[in-house]
Structure formats: structure tokens, C-alpha cells
């Protein structure tokens, strides 16, 4: 996912004292927007439940058939992906990946591969030498630890090096289709306080604005709605306010019209 502004508050690792990142049960508890009584307990993410649908046919229209913009094979090519991507545009990882996986498309091919080897391909997505380090992490772990599959839990996924919250969550909705949380990248962290749909200061506290919101079946879809939303109209600057749909829903004092 690109990282365009404050990027490392957005794509950085979670907090591990996190309490939504510490939580046991890798099924989160409903959602507690339908209860009325939210508005009052907790006013800094409250939107009616019909300004919500609002935004959901609005973006449904836009973006029918959202998906990942990561070119992957499998779950194990979208993690290495999605570590590539933090602070680099999918457009960048993409043009990387595809070599990258021809040369070592395995967790087994990381495993004891020269750090320096790794480095030298993935160099144009940027913070390289973390990059390497971690993917070569992460791979070791997934075999010697996870028989060579890559987890299929947020605990799990969360226990490999450079995995945070907001990799783990596209790991699992894209890959696997389940849908743990909200994946929050630099667009969606935006554009969820312009629509006043958080008004929180961090990803995970947007992540669990959005989980109360936001039904549990759209989870994985309307965090890449948000994306492609971000990429194509709702832009860190100079939004296209004037072609937006969610104009009349949209109050911002970023927006141009
Ligand atoms: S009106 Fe402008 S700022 Fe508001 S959501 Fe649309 S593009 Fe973004």
C-alpha cells in the first residue's frame, strides 16, 4: 500500500501494548453501532446508521469488485508484498515482485538466503535493508514454526518480524478472505477522518472505530474501497471534491468545493 503522508504514524508497527493487537480471540466482538445508545458513550465515532449505507452505495457504485492492488500468487507472495509496500506505492512493488518471486518464490528459498542478495532486489521499494531482514525473518519463522504455511491467524501472522496489524489484516481478507479487522493504511486513515467516520489519533484506534462501525462482512471490502477511493478521488492533496459522490455527505475542511 502507498504511504503518501505521515507515513510511518500509518504503515509503522503497531504499538504492541495495543489492546485491539493483544486481543485473544482472533474473532472480534459485534460491532456496537446499531446500539442508539453509542451516539452518547461514544461520540468521537458516531455517524447515523443511515449516512453510513449513504456512503456504502455510493462507494459500491464506485468500486463494484474492490481488490488488492498487490500482484500475488498465494498467501506467503501477498505477505512479502504487503512488507515491501510500507512506505513505497504497489505500483513500485509490483514492478519488484515479479522478478523477486521468479528468482525465490518459496518461504524455503529465504531461509539462510545472504541478507545483502535479498537486499539488492527489493532496493527501489525503499528501507531495504529492513525489508530484507524481515521478509528473510518472517520466512525462517514460517517454516521452522508454521511448516512452511503462512498463518491463517492474527496471533500467528503478528508473531512474525515486520508484521504488523495492518499487514496481518490484508494477510488474512485478501488471502484468506477472513475478515479480523480493518485494514487502516495512510488512505484509509484519511479519508475515515474527513468522512468523520474517526476521529482517532492512531490506525489501531481507527481500526476499532471502523470494527464498530462498519458491518463485519464489509470489513475487508470496505477497507480497500478506501484505498482505491484515496487513490482515485480523495486525495492527500487536492482532492477531486467537485467529481466526488460522497460530496453532499462530506463536511472536511479539506474539501475544494
Ligand atoms: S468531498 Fe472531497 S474531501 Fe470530501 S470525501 Fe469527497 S473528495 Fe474527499
Known sequence: MPTQSKPSKIAGKTNPKSKIQNRKSTTPKSPKAANPKSKIENPKWYTS?????????????????????????????????????????????????????????????????????????????GFFRNKAKNIIGAATRIVNEFGGLTPRTMEELLSLPGVARKTANVVLGTAYGIAVGAVVDTHVFRITHRLKLSQAKTPEKVEEDLMRLVPQARWVSFSHQLILFGRKICFARKPLCAECPLATLCDSPDKTI
Do not use: M
Open 49 to 125: 446508521p443511515e449516512r453510513l449505507q449513504k456512503i456504502f452505495v455510493e462507494l459500491d457504485a464506485l468500486f463494484p469488485k474492490p481488490e488488492c492492488a498487490l500482484l500475488h500468487e498465494n498467501p506467503f507472495q501477498l505477505l512479502v508484498a504487503t512488507i515491501l509496500s510500507a512506505q513505497c506505492t504497489d505500483e513500485r512493488v509490483n514492478k519488484v515482485t515479479p522478478g523477486l518471486f521468479r528468482k525465490w518464490p518459496t518461504p524455503r528459498d529465504y531461509v539462510g538466503l545472504p541478507q545483502d542478495e535479498l537486499e539488492k532486489e527489493i532496493h527501489s521499494t
